[in-house]
């Protein structure tokens, strides 16, 4: 059984390589207009850019924390 919290409506998706951000498009980009796409680099973000989205964010620098911090402040 999932906790509660997993059961919740997405708002973000973490992407962090190319192939992942086209595996995501090839399979529909399902709900992608109500979510905000978060990329690990510039690369990635060029990748989702074949979905229409909430929001592209995009790291400064393709690292795990500047991610995070791109997408939840600080």
Not at 8 to 15: A, G, Q, R, S, T
Request: hydrophobic content about 50%.
């Amino acid at each position: 059984t999932l906790p509660d919290a997993l059961k919740e409506p997405l708002d973000i998706v973490l992407f962090h390589s190319v192939r992942a951000a086209e595996t995501f498009i090839a399979l529909g980009a399902p709900n992608a207009a109500q979510l905000t796409a978060a990329c690990l680099s510039a690369n990635v973000a060029a990748a989702v850019e074949k979905a229409s989205w909430k929001r592209i964010i995009t790291a400064a620098h393709p690292r795990e924390d500047d991610l995070l911090t791109a997408t939840l402040g600080g």
